[in-house]
């Protein structure tokens, strides 16, 4: 009985692991849309760093930063426009945030500041209030506190210098505080679109079929990229879409060959086929070998030495590798595995995959970065 039921046990497992291996390759709606609405916004601003040290904009080349230094002063009721500020301490930059979807007021986010003088470092620096503006100019933030570079620079006297990373960037982490809230109001919306990162008819249409599956007539397909939604009778839009977001499905993905040739790297997708083709690949290699010779002149003959140049050119043709036949049909496994039966660099890949292309005999779409 106690090896019956071990053996009943060994096969449950391996129903359990069948079952489960097809599922290995489904994702959940929210790891493949965006949803209407749900977005960042992109903030900017423009202010002064105070407290570096030394390493700030020089002010007779910043007229900026000096315009702003004084007017930050003469807001605190400091006169300044008698004897013009000579120092490095302070920098003028640039704040750039983005808002996340449905901030609150009082909530906080991270600031990234960048130098847009002649200030060699930010480190330590401390951003004073910078109101941080939308694309519509109003006032959806405001920034402030100690600058964060991670980055190290250093000088010798000699005037050497030596850096890691960008000293004249940096973040401030939970630096800004939200001032204003959207009137986007999410569970008050009808009907909401779902936009497809990755835009497939076959994609969309199996998110439109798992949708309508556990809520019958709630999806319609309008195009590969857009798939529009509305929630049942008597449910909001957010609890809607928290249980549509995890509904899962099989993405589809068209045949494509992405090729960067600055790295070398080649990246194929499953569904890459090749019609029936023969492939040879050999390298030719030609050396110059350049070499000098002194003629020395006979005894009394009154010549002089002389140095010849002389060439010594040789060609070596790779041999011995043989046709390789890709059968119709041939799936990226067969075909990666027989390229690399012939001993191919990327490099000479990204070529055989060119003309293999230009063949008509590779059934994908080639993009060359």
């Known amino acids: 009985m106690r090896q019956t039921f071990r053996a009943l046990l060994i096969l449950l497992i391996a129903a359990a692991g069948l079952i489960a291996g097809p599922a290995a390759a489904r994702s959940r709606i929210k790891d493949i849309v965006s949803f209407e609405g749900v977005r960042e ?15 700030g904009d020089a002010l007779r080349n910043a007229p900026f930063t000096q315009q702003s230094l004084q007017s930050a002063l003469e807001r605190m009721g400091v006169n300044t426009r008698a004897a013009t500020p000579n120092t ?55 920034a402030q506190g100690t600058v964060q570079t991670g980055a190290i620079s250093a000088s010798g ?10 000293p004249t960037a940096g973040r401030i982490a939970a630096g800004a505080t939200v001032e204003m809230d959207s009137d ?9 679109r779902l936009t497809l990162r990755n835009p497939d008819f076959t994609t969309a249409q199996r998110i439109t079929d798992a949708i309508n599956l556990h809520f019958p007539g709630c999806a319609q397909l309008q195009n590969p990229t857009i798939v529009a939604i509305r929630p049942p009778a008597g449910q ?26 600055i790295a070398g790297v080649v990246t194929m997708t499953e569904n890459v086929r090749i019609s029936t083709v023969a492939i040879q690949q050999g390298n030719l290699t030609i050396t110059v070998k350049e070499s000098s010779q002194v003629s020395q002149p006979g ?32 799936s990226l496994a067969s075909m990666v595995a027989g390229l690399n039966a012939l001993g191919v660099t990327p490099r000479d890949m990204i070529s055989i995959l060119q003309s293999i292309k230009t063949s008509g005999a590779l059934q994908a779409e080639i993009e060359v970065q």
């Open 236 to 261: 909001n839009m957010v609890g809607f879409l928290s249980e549509v977001e995890n509904l899962t499905v099989e993405p589809d993905a068209p045949a494509k060959v992405v090729i960067d040739e």
């Open 88 to 142: 490095k301490d302070v920098a003028a930059v640039m704040v750039t945030a983005s808002l996340p979807p449905f901030s609150a007021p009082g909530a906080h986010f991270d600031v990234t500041v960048s130098a847009i003088g002649d200030a060699k470092s930010l480190q330590g620096g401390t951003l004073v209030v910078t109101p941080l503006l939308g694309a519509d100019g109003q006032v959806w933030g405001v």
């Open 184 to 192: 986007f109001q999410l569970a008050n919306m009808e009907t909401l």
């Open 299 to 330: 005894a009394f003959s009154q010549g002089t030495t002389a140095i010849v140049p002389q060439s010594d050119i040789t060609v070596n043709e790779e041999k011995g590798k043989q046709f390789l036949t890709m059968k119709s049909g041939a």
């Open 41 to 55: 916004n992109q903030l900017v601003g423009y202010g002064i760093v105070v407290g570096l040290n030394g390493t």
């Open 157 to 166: 006297a000699s005037g050497s210098t030596i850096s890691k990373g960008v």
